[in-house]
């Protein structure tokens, strides 16, 4: 915890995100998402003039951040290597908060909108998060041998499996989701990269 007794911005956001990963974002309040950072509504509300919505944008945009940095360093290394850092960021998180917290770009998005056509700006930031995350490993995929055609394919069930599986863990209290789901896609992301039989 930052030493200051004034909340800077960041902590604000990094605590919303928290509490949104374990409670979702509906069930949360903007004086609960300040009482979690720790923070004053009164500092709360001067960061995030517009209440709630704002704030759990910057927090799901955090959290998405978060996990491309992550993703960037390690998919040097290549696909196998941003896949299980992936894969260990989201099971250390749920494991170390027993079971509680998940993934908060998930939990905004499968809370219902309110009503109205307009969607809210968490959930486009959390489609924005996805489009990173699939976008980030499917570049490391083709550059590391995978089809072009194929690769955003597997990106897209490299996303969809861990996020499914972080929620499947958390509704059993076991990180077996999140382990099968590990070792099936390491398997297909080495079998993509070995060179798939074309036909002839």
Not at 88 to 117: H, K, M, N, T
Request: hydrophobic letters at 45%; a negative charge; one cysteine or more.
């Amino acid at each position: 915890m930052a030493k200051s007794s004034a909340p800077s911005r960041d902590r604000i956001v990094a605590g919303a995100a928290d509490l949104i990963s374990r409670r979702g974002l509906n069930a949360t309040s903007i004086r609960e998402l300040a009482k979690h950072a720790e923070a004053p509504l009164g500092s709360t509300y001067h960061y995030f003039p517009d209440g709630k919505q704002q704030l759990a944008t910057e927090a799901v945009r955090y959290a998405g951040t978060a996990v491309e940095r992550l993703l960037r360093k390690e998919l040097d290394a290549g696909p196998v290597a941003g896949l299980r850092a992936f894969l260990g960021l989201w099971r250390g998180i749920v494991v170390a908060s027993d079971f509680r917290a998940g993934c908060p770009v998930l939990a905004v998005s499968v809370e219902e909108p309110p009503p109205g056509d307009e969607i809210p700006p968490a959930l486009i930031a959390a489609a924005e998060a996805f489009d990173g995350w699939e976008g980030l490993l499917a570049a490391a995929l083709r550059d590391h041998g995978a089809d072009p055609g194929r690769a955003p394919e597997l990106a897209t069930l490299v996303v969809a499996s861990v996020e499914g599986a972080i929620a499947m863990s958390r509704a059993r209290r076991d990180t077996a989701p999140l382990d099968r789901v590990a070792r099936r896609l390491e398997a297909l992301i080495d079998a993509e990269l070995a060179g798939p039989v074309r036909g002839t």
